[in-house]
């Protein structure tokens, strides 16, 4: 089993970061928002993109573009095999044991709803439950809630302790005869909370019940290993692993992807087609209606050699330093406070102010040059279990600096001595 509290604490012997060079590989960093340097602290929106992934992105278009397993011409077959690549690609990314395991999707919300609709829907009965948790993005939640009303089947949620950790004890008696799915975030976007997946993984299937883990945050963050994990399902967008938007990505256990049936008809899934009958083509094809994003599949795979050229090592040790002095700084602004204290934390920082609207703070911050979220980030239940209707979220990516998280904080103390 990996251990992955390991996987975001500085580990000695990791090659450091040079920073300098990954900050120049964005573009965007030299650029200025409301007239100053930019401080980027909303990655757990979206990441920046680095020059090496715009570029064979533009390349693909200008020489290597045409559409993809349908022409004999050479070009087209250049495209062919860049795309089949790139499938190869996140196969290594993530250690799955078959190419024919990972699916394109849109995004990790498409790629959420495909497990839903396509493996749960055909088998939820009255009274089966769906088993998620109080810290799941909505695109976690949405998805089971739709296909469960369909079927007098219902979600339910495993609390969550004030320090923003999973109580693992109201897991293990929530799971049971009824549960027919457990779907959880790797990292909690609004926590950083980083989940012990691959123990819930052990629960769950101990119940037989299969899991999809949401590594939406993880990915970017912390070592993955499917094999290892022994998830069903895992589900990750490239806009946030420093590639291209509309691309997403589901592994899923081959066992599971044979059975399954198409969710979505069209071209290219088919093996067969009558007006009487249509006959479905192998997976992951089955799963890939129509044209997918060519050039952004293939700028993914880009994406994730440049991403794996860093070390995740070296990215986990930097973000990890970036995190201690953010909550270092923040924990000491009077009328702050920081959403819970997990022990295991990575890429996001939460927090409130005392008389102030997170919309407010994220707007006077932006005056500073800095880019962080407010609202509820798409994770209501969340906070509502902590009383609050949204809050304001710095997040970290590869380029951030200690200046970046000292710009943060001095801003913020600013605010607070005017405002709070
Ligand atoms: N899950 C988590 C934990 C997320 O943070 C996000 C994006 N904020 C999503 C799912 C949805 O990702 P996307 O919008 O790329 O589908």
Known sequence: MTDMATDIRERPGAAALDLDAVRAAFPVMADTMSGRPIVFLDSG??????EAVIAAHAEFYRHDYANIHRGVYE???RASDAFDAARRKVQTFLGAAEWREIVFTRNTTEAINLVAWSFLEPKLQPGDEILLTTMEHHSNIVPWQIVAMRHGAKVVSVPIT???ELDMDALRSMIGPRTKMLACSWVSNVLGTVNPVAEIVQIAHGHGVPVLVDAAQAVQHVAVDVASLDADFLAFSAHKIYGPS??????????HLEAMPPWQGGGGIVDRVEFEKTTFGEIPFRFEAGTPDIAGVHATGV??????GLGIDAVAAHEADLMAQGLRA????PGLHV???PACRTGAISFTVNGLHPSDIGAMLDLDGIAIRSGHHCAQPLHRRFGLEGSARASFGVYNTNSDVEALAESLRRIVRKYG
């Open 45 to 50: 929106a979206s990441s920046q993109k680095p």
């Open 75 to 77: 070009l087209s077959q």
């Open 162 to 164: 004030d320090a923003g």
């Open 246 to 255: 509309g691309v997403g990505v589901l592994y899923g256990k081959r066992e």
């Open 303 to 308: 994406a994730l050699d440049w991403f794996g």
């Open 330 to 333: 923040l924990h000491q602004i």
């Open 339 to 341: 959403l819970g204290a």
